[in-house]
């Protein structure tokens, strides 16, 4: 034997030796210990996942989540109790292994159906819930899914009770055929009466929600959430590709997607979501209908009881005895119409984002008008009011040139005017009272306005604010431009800073039509009688709030403190006249000029 030879082989014998030793040394992985996150390729650890909500602490990503283990996540411990457990489809075409593939999913996850219904509370507040399961047939929509939902929303009607759905689904199950279809149309009808019935539905989209859940019950929430980056839409994405045979662009299709184009209320991240929950439900558990119910008859039994008292009257409205003063108490007189036009426009007039947070409290903004898009010229949601709920919805404009641009300079597309009128209609829904604060130049003049039909969008505004079932209080804060500020003005009543206008249209575009020559627009201010004062001797509006010196976001706490008691004054006015009284008297408002 040669020696090279020999020294070869005890080499190898030497590395091999060294490798065994080193393994047996090495502490060995308890198995389920580390998992794989399927976005980033990062081994992590199984526990650090569950106790960080099935979040990849790595890249952030989200894992799919358990039914059970969802409602443990947003149902207060020990008060889930679940309905229809053993409710079980059949094979209405007779598709062949599809019964067995079924009990195959039993046996493995546990579930009988791939949804889980039931009761439970959020924040000590009682809710019905229904949770799709990815697991069982990646949360496909058959009969008995259909079934369990429907029941659900049914016995959530007769209990007057909010729903929430967490959606993740492949869509219909093939497997049924017409049968699953179906399920679409049931699933929607049960909301449809849930819904006329006055009662609140919050639809929580995950990964995945596509196909027949996207196009039934998962897109029908009075509002909708979405976990952030999940998969939403109606065909899937290798179905466009293959159909289109192009690459589609990144985050299409995504949470954030359906947020810019006007789907989807807002994302929650995970940790956060039975706190936002809570939020929803508690600010929907009481109506201002039903407090000045409670004060009424409270009232009339003081009354009774102390025949000789007098009782405060809701309905009581000093305006109309000092209608005519062309000069309200505490406005400037000395400033031409042309002055208050340009202070108006300062930019470090405060926006309406800041009466938001000056007046309101506990604020959640919604986006998007549901058909098309998220006007950022438009903000609004629901918040409250001295402990009260209400929808507050305000023009944008910012205060810089970046915050300019981002608001198109508060001057509202169709789908903002859109927005607009989905949240009036949600809040007469829930019975909370609007108020809209008006600072536009007025709707935007462009190419695409007029092809998504700005029109249109005005015209609805007007039409269905005329018929709306709660009250509308509407305050110009800054600029009022023609229909574009009219379309949130058509309410109960208007009212306007000291130095606000409100008009046809700019002064310059009133010169320009009128006399050819827009440098006149001083003159036209003028001749406009677009100042508060103007508008106030006229009976345009009712109300004229002064101002500092100079309004600004650090001096706007004055105009807040006389807008707080007025708007309460308002409140109990306008929220105590039955839905015949308000319509009444907001038609006389109008058929008056």
Same mark, same amino acid.
């Given at each position: 034997?040669?020696?090279?030879?020999?020294?070869?082989?005890?080499?190898?014998?030497?590395?091999?030796?060294?490798?065994?030793?080193?393994?047996?040394? &090495?502490?060995?992985?308890?198995?389920?210990?580390?998992?794989?996150?399927?976005? @980033?390729?990062?081994?992590?650890?199984?526990?650090?996942?569950?106790?960080?909500?099935?979040?990849?602490?790595? @890249?952030?990503?989200?894992?799919?989540?358990?039914?059970?283990?969802?409602?443990?996540?947003?149902?207060?411990?020990?008060?889930?109790?679940?309905?229809?457990?053993?409710?079980?489809?059949?094979?209405?075409?007779?598709?062949?292994?599809?019964?067995?593939?079924?009990?195959?999913?039993?046996?493995? *996850?546990?579930?009988?159906?791939?949804?889980?219904?039931?009761?439970?509370?959020?924040?000590?507040?009682?809710?019905?819930?229904?949770? @799709?399961?990815?697991?069982?047939?990646?949360?496909?929509?058959?009969?008995?899914?259909?079934?369990?939902? +429907?029941?659900?929303?049914?016995?959530?009607?007769?209990?007057?009770?909010?729903? =929430?759905?967490?959606?993740?689904?492949?869509?219909?199950?093939?497997?049924?055929?017409? *049968?699953?279809?179906?399920?679409?149309?049931?699933?929607?009808?049960?909301?449809?009466?849930?819904?006329?019935?006055?009662?609140?539905?919050?639809?929580?989209?995950?990964?995945?929600?596509?196909?027949?859940?996207?196009?039934?019950?998962?897109?029908?929430?009075? =509002?909708?959430?979405?976990?952030?980056?999940?998969?939403?839409?109606?065909?899937?994405?290798?179905?466009?590709?293959?159909?289109?045979?192009?690459?589609?662009?990144?985050?299409?299709?995504?949470?954030?997607?359906?947020?810019?184009?006007?789907?989807?209320?807002?994302?929650?991240?995970?940790?956060?979501?039975?706190?936002?929950?809570?939020?929803?439900? %508690?600010?929907?558990?009481?109506?201002?209908?039903? %407090?000045?119910? =409670?004060? *009424?008859?409270?009232?009339?039994?003081?009354?009774?009881?102390?025949?000789?008292?007098?009782?405060?009257?809701?309905?009581?409205?000093?305006?109309?005895?000092?209608?005519?003063?062309?000069?309200?108490?505490?406005?400037?007189?000395?400033?031409?119409?042309?002055?208050?036009?340009?202070?108006?426009?300062?930019?470090?007039?405060?926006?309406?984002?800041?009466?938001?947070?000056?007046?309101?409290?506990?604020?959640?903004?919604?986006?998007?008008? &549901?058909?098309?898009?998220?006007?950022?010229?438009?903000?609004?949601?629901?918040?409250?009011?001295?402990?009260?709920?209400?929808?507050?919805?305000?023009?944008?404009?910012?205060?810089? +040139?970046?915050?300019?641009?981002?608001?198109?300079?508060?001057?509202?597309?169709? !789908?903002?005017?859109?927005?607009?009128?989905?949240?009036?209609?949600?809040?007469?829904?829930?019975?909370?009272?609007?108020?809209?604060?008006?600072?536009?130049?007025?709707?935007? @003049?462009?190419? %695409?306005?007029?092809?998504?039909?700005?029109?249109?969008?005005?015209?609805?505004?007007?039409?269905?604010?005329?018929?709306?079932? *709660?009250?509308?209080?509407?305050?110009?804060?800054?600029?009022?431009?023609?229909?574009?500020?009219?379309?949130?003005?058509?309410?109960?009543?208007?009212?306007?800073?000291?130095?606000?206008?409100?008009?046809?249209?700019?002064?310059?575009?009133?010169?320009?039509?009128?006399?050819?020559?827009?440098?006149?627009?001083? !003159?036209?201010?003028?001749?406009?009688?677009?100042?508060?004062?103007?508008?106030?001797?006229?009976?345009?509006?009712?109300?004229?709030?002064?101002?500092?010196?100079?309004?600004?976001?650090?001096?706007?706490?004055?105009?807040?403190?006389?807008?707080?008691?007025?708007?309460?004054?308002?409140?109990?006015?306008?929220?105590?006249?039955?839905?015949?009284?308000?319509?009444?008297?907001?038609?006389?408002?109008?058929?008056?000029?």
């Amino acid at each position: 034997m040669k020696l090279d030879n020999m020294f070869k082989k005890t080499r190898i014998i030497s590395r091999i030796q060294s490798h065994n030793t080193v393994r047996a040394s &090495r502490p060995e992985v308890p198995e389920g210990l580390l998992r794989k996150c399927n976005k @980033c390729g990062a081994a992590i650890i199984t526990e650090d996942v569950k106790k960080g909500y099935y979040i990849c602490p790595k @890249c952030g990503g989200y894992f799919r989540v358990h039914a059970y283990r969802r409602i443990q996540m947003v149902i207060d411990e020990g008060t889930f109790e679940e309905w229809d457990h053993e409710l079980v489809g059949g094979n209405p075409v007779d598709y062949k292994g599809y019964p067995e593939k079924v009990q195959a999913l039993q046996e493995k *996850t546990g579930l009988k159906e791939a949804v889980v219904t039931g009761k439970g509370k959020i924040n000590g507040r009682d809710t019905v819930i229904a949770v @799709c399961d990815g697991r069982f047939l990646m949360a496909s929509m058959g009969w008995a899914v259909g079934e369990k939902i +429907t029941r659900a929303v049914e016995r959530a009607t007769e209990e007057k009770l909010p729903v =929430i759905i967490f959606a993740c689904s492949g869509g219909a199950r093939m497997q049924e055929g017409i *049968t699953s279809l179906m399920q679409m149309a049931k699933t929607s009808a049960a909301l449809e009466r849930h819904s006329k019935a006055g009662l609140l539905y919050v639809s929580v989209l995950t990964e995945p929600t596509t196909g027949g859940v996207t196009a039934s019950f998962a897109m029908l929430g009075d =509002i909708i959430l979405a976990e952030p980056g999940a998969l939403i839409g109606f065909a899937g994405p290798r179905v466009i590709e293959q159909t289109l045979r192009q690459k589609l662009p990144k985050g299409f299709q995504r949470a954030e997607f359906l947020v810019e184009h006007g789907f989807v209320d807002d994302i929650v991240r995970r940790e956060n979501l039975k706190e936002t929950l809570g939020k929803i439900l %508690e600010i929907h558990a009481v109506s201002w209908k039903t %407090e000045n119910r =409670i004060r *009424t008859d409270a009232a009339e039994l003081h009354h009774a009881d102390h025949p000789g008292s007098d009782s405060e009257n809701l309905t009581n409205d000093k305006r109309d005895s000092d209608r005519g003063d062309s000069n309200p108490a505490g406005i400037n007189p000395y400033l031409t119409a042309w002055d208050r036009v340009q202070i108006s426009r300062k930019t470090d007039r405060p926006s309406g984002s800041d009466y938001i947070e000056a007046l309101f409290t506990d604020f959640m903004e919604f986006h998007g008008d &549901r058909n098309y898009g998220d006007d950022k010229a438009i903000i609004g949601g629901i918040a409250k009011f001295h402990g009260k709920p209400v929808t507050v919805i305000v023009q944008e404009k910012g205060t810089n +040139t970046k915050e300019n641009i981002a608001h198109n300079f508060g001057m509202p597309m169709p !789908e903002g005017y859109r927005k607009a009128l989905r949240l009036m209609k949600q809040a007469e829904k829930f019975q909370r009272p609007v108020i809209c604060f008006v600072d536009t130049p007025g709707a935007f @003049c462009g190419i %695409e306005a007029e092809e998504r039909g700005q029109g249109e969008a005005i015209a609805r505004n007007l039409w269905e604010l005329a018929g709306l079932k *709660t009250p509308v209080l509407s305050i110009v804060t800054g600029e009022g431009g023609s229909g574009g500020a009219l379309a949130l003005a058509a309410g109960d009543q208007v009212w306007m800073l000291e130095n606000s206008i409100y008009s046809i249209l700019s002064p310059e575009g009133f010169a320009s039509i009128l006399w050819k020559d827009s440098t006149k627009a001083k !003159e036209a201010a003028a001749v406009m009688k677009l100042t508060a004062s103007d508008l106030y001797e006229k009976g345009i509006i009712e109300q004229v709030i002064p101002e500092p010196e100079n309004l600004t976001p650090e001096s706007m706490w004055q105009v807040a403190e006389r807008l707080n008691d007025k708007i309460c004054t308002f409140l109990q006015k306008y929220t105590s006249l039955s839905e015949e009284e308000l319509l009444e008297t907001r038609y006389a408002r109008f058929r008056k000029f």
